[in-house]
């Protein structure tokens, strides 16, 4: 029964990285666009990263290869740099080795939890940012005009000041791939290879009609065969280390919200600091195959588990079958038409951007002026100054927030209501107790960052049901949009297996936010009891409510 269980999981693998790869060449190829290098080097990112991570990584079924926000930081670091002709590709791959060496050092120093430390305000302004320079930047293979100016705002205007300069034909064409690939996204059985069907229809159609378009072989020359071995420019190091640091920081961020994203098949905890570990060895290999930076990939390790990963085995078939399609195909990218892959870029960056929404609204409606203030400065600074300095920037921002708003470190307690009707404080436990309640005091709770510690420190639900939890928030007034987004998804999660979340002392100020934010609809206003002058008033009521449904549900 086990070899079984072991052969339908080693195909389902199999099936699963195939789609993975097929996904990755579309994507890999326009990527590397954006970073201004060859798109063969987009392609090599996705087999000896994938390859190596797919076995370091804490996440099992994380998928670390190239994404546009590390394409794009990528590009930033060798055009501030001032990296020339005669430096390339060897100062790409320098930067990969950077890039891997900070992974790694990070990830042994257990320091996964510096991630915690990028706010969703910061990262959301820092997304939008990105994905309006993607779009930004295809007007060249949008229209065949590529347009100038010190910035992206003078190039835009400039780009629209000279309309008669567009050529019609790439126009047409690229209007043609934007609606197709709106299309093909809306259609339930190929929305996740829209990429790749786009490009392959997009291409034939260009070489059977024989339509005049830049192509990928206009600007770079792409073999068949598989990335021979290339040594980094180690003198290079002084130069571009400033920078890789910034690459290295998008690049774990994004393999953060893969870790929170995708748990691990066998229900154990993924370490962040493993994490870093397997990314950066995924990149220390691939420096020495002309490999772009790579880190987690959230819409890659999305396409992986929907086709049905099952283990690690996932991501390393995935680089297996990009391999094998470089080996045999890589030469037949130089067919891709340029406004094809403009096309699909901007359709990528517009999805990037409306993902995001949600939480610009979150972050408007808690109307908290430094965080509000911190994502519109990384966001227009994104627009004007070079993207590494960019998520300097947003690091900078993140960590005078937490200056401002952190005094507090954060405890845990659970209150044990004595026969006498006394409260008793003790350690909160590791696990619910099912057909009990559990009363649990938040402390210190002011800043962002530390809202994983407390969901690291909340006890375990699984598999566990009619057990009530009551916290009791008196001590939090600054309530962030991060630490309303962690309580939905446990409220959330706990009425998913018919268990109660209570709010108990809720100020005035927190649940005004709370309601202000529609967190209040998620948890049930009901649940929710205010702050009173009478101490311990609201926990009496929230105990009393809490026994109430318990007997509702265990009759």
Same mark, same amino acid.
């Given at each position: 029964?086990?070899?079984?269980?072991?052969?339908?999981?080693?195909?389902?693998?199999?099936?699963?990285?195939?789609?993975?790869?097929?996904?990755?060449?579309?994507?890999?190829?326009?990527?590397?666009?954006?970073?201004?290098?060859?798109?063969?080097?987009?392609?090599?990112?996705?087999?000896?990263?994938?390859?190596?991570?797919?076995?370091?990584?804490?996440?099992?079924?994380?998928?670390?290869?190239?994404?546009?926000?590390?394409?794009?930081?990528?590009?930033?670091?060798?055009?501030?740099?001032?990296?020339?002709?005669?430096?390339?590709?060897?100062?790409?791959?320098?930067?990969?080795?950077?890039?891997?060496?900070?992974?790694?050092?990070?990830?042994?120093?257990?320091?996964?939890?510096?991630?915690?430390?990028?706010?969703?305000?910061?990262?959301?302004?820092?997304?939008?940012?990105?994905?309006?320079?993607?779009?930004?930047?295809?007007?060249?293979?949008?229209?065949?005009?590529?347009?100038?100016?010190?910035?992206?705002?003078?190039?835009?205007?400039?780009?629209?000041?000279?309309?008669?300069?567009?050529?019609?034909?790439?126009?047409?064409?690229?209007?043609?791939?934007?609606?197709?690939?709106?299309?093909?996204?809306?259609?339930?059985?190929?929305?996740?290879?829209?990429?790749?069907?786009?490009?392959?229809?997009?291409?034939?159609?260009?070489?059977?009609?024989?339509?005049?378009?830049?192509?990928?072989?206009?600007?770079?020359?792409?073999?068949?065969?598989?990335?021979?071995?290339?040594?980094?420019?180690?003198?290079?190091?002084?130069?571009?280390?400033?920078?890789?640091?910034?690459?290295?920081?998008?690049?774990?961020?994004?393999?953060?919200?893969?870790?929170?994203?995708?748990?691990?098949?066998?229900?154990?905890?993924?370490?962040?600091?493993?994490?870093?570990?397997?990314?950066?060895?995924?990149?220390?290999?691939?420096?020495?195959?002309?490999?772009?930076?790579?880190?987690?990939?959230?819409?890659?390790?999305?396409?992986?588990?929907?086709?049905?990963?099952?283990?690690?085995?996932?991501?390393?078939?995935?680089?297996?079958?990009?391999?094998?399609?470089?080996?045999?195909?890589?030469?037949?990218?130089?067919?891709?038409?340029?406004?094809?892959?403009?096309?699909?870029?901007?359709?990528?960056?517009?999805?990037?951007?409306?993902?995001?929404?949600?939480?610009?609204?979150?972050?408007?409606?808690?109307?908290?002026?430094?965080?509000?203030?911190?994502?519109?400065?990384?966001?227009?600074?994104? =627009?004007?100054?070079?993207?590494? %300095? *960019?998520?300097? $920037?947003? /690091? +900078?921002?993140?960590?005078?927030?937490?200056? @401002?708003?952190?005094?507090?470190?954060?405890?845990?307690?659970?209150?044990?209501?004595?026969?006498?009707?006394?409260?008793?404080?003790?350690?909160?436990?590791?696990?619910?107790?099912?057909?009990?309640?559990?009363?649990?005091?938040?402390?210190?709770?002011?800043?962002?960052?530390?809202?994983?510690?407390?969901?690291?420190?909340?006890?375990?639900?699984?598999?566990?049901?009619?057990?009530?939890?009551?916290?009791?928030?008196?001590?939090?007034?600054?309530?962030?949009?991060?630490?309303?987004?962690?309580?939905?998804?446990?409220?959330?999660?706990?009425?998913?297996?018919?268990?109660? =979340?209570?709010?108990?002392?809720? %100020? *005035?100020?927190? $649940?005004? /936010? +709370?309601?202000?934010?529609?967190?209040?609809? @998620?948890?049930?206003?009901?649940?929710?009891?205010?702050?009173?002058?009478?101490?311990?008033?609201?926990?009496?009521?929230?105990?009393?409510?809490?026994?109430?449904?318990?007997?509702?549900?265990?009759?």
């Amino acid at each position: 029964m086990d070899r079984k269980k072991q052969q339908t999981g080693l195909v389902a693998d199999a099936i699963s990285g195939l789609a993975t790869s097929l996904f990755i060449v579309p994507t890999g190829l326009a990527y590397a666009q954006l970073a201004g290098v060859n798109p063969i080097y987009g392609l090599y990112a996705g087999i000896v990263p994938v390859l190596v991570a797919a076995f370091g990584t804490g996440t099992t079924l994380m998928i670390s290869t190239l994404t546009s926000s590390i394409a794009l930081a990528t590009g930033s670091v060798l055009q501030v740099a001032g990296i020339g002709s005669s430096q390339m590709p060897q100062a790409l791959f320098t930067i990969t080795f950077l890039v891997g060496v900070i992974m790694l050092i990070l990830g042994a120093a257990r320091l996964g939890s510096i991630v915690n430390f990028v706010s969703n305000e910061v990262m959301t302004g820092f997304v939008v940012g990105a994905a309006m320079l993607i779009i930004l930047g295809q007007e060249d293979h949008l229209t065949g005009y590529a347009p100038v100016g010190q910035d992206a705002l003078q190039k835009l205007i400039n780009w629209l000041q000279n309309i008669s300069q567009w050529d019609r034909t790439t126009v047409v064409v690229s209007v043609v791939t934007i609606v197709l690939m709106m299309i093909a996204r809306r259609i339930r059985p190929v929305e996740k290879f829209a990429a790749i069907l786009v490009l392959l229809v997009g291409t034939l159609a260009v070489q059977l009609f024989k339509i005049p378009v830049g192509l990928v072989g206009d600007i770079a020359t792409i073999p068949n065969g598989l990335p021979t071995m290339v040594l980094p420019d180690f003198s290079l190091v002084p130069l571009l280390l400033p920078g890789a640091v910034s690459v290295a920081f998008v690049a774990l961020a994004q393999g953060a919200a893969v870790n929170t994203a995708v748990p691990n098949p066998d229900g154990s905890k993924a370490s962040l600091s493993r994490d870093f570990i397997g990314q950066g060895l995924g990149n220390l290999a691939g420096s020495f195959f002309q490999s772009m930076s790579t880190g987690g990939a959230l819409s890659q390790t999305a396409v992986s588990v929907e086709a049905g990963a099952k283990s690690r085995l996932g991501g390393v078939f995935a680089s297996l079958w990009l391999g094998l399609i470089v080996l045999l195909f890589g030469s037949q990218a130089e067919k891709v038409p340029l406004p094809v892959i403009g096309g699909m870029l901007v359709v990528i960056a517009a999805d990037l951007i409306v993902a995001r929404i949600p939480s610009i609204q979150l972050v408007l409606r808690v109307k908290a002026i430094g965080p509000i203030v911190a994502m519109a400065l990384t966001f227009f600074s994104a =627009l004007f100054i070079p993207l590494q %300095d *960019t998520i300097f $920037l947003g /690091a +900078l921002l993140s960590l005078l927030l937490y200056v @401002v708003a952190s005094s507090q470190k954060l405890s845990l307690k659970e209150a044990v209501r004595l026969s006498n009707g006394r409260w008793e404080l003790h350690e909160a436990p590791q696990e619910l107790k099912a057909n009990q309640v559990t009363v649990l005091i938040v402390q210190g709770l002011d800043f962002f960052a530390e809202v994983p510690a407390l969901a690291a420190e909340m006890p375990s639900a699984k598999e566990i049901t009619h057990a009530v939890v009551i916290l009791v928030i008196r001590d939090i007034r600054d309530v962030t949009s991060t630490w309303i987004k962690w309580l939905e998804g446990y409220a959330e999660d706990l009425h998913m297996h018919d268990n109660l =979340l209570i709010l108990a002392d809720v %100020d *005035t100020v927190a $649940l005004n /936010a +709370l309601r202000a934010s529609g967190a209040l609809e @998620v948890v049930g206003e009901e649940n929710v009891f205010p702050a009173m002058p009478q101490m311990l008033a609201a926990e009496e009521m929230a105990w009393q409510a809490a026994q109430k449904w318990l007997q509702a549900h265990m009759a």
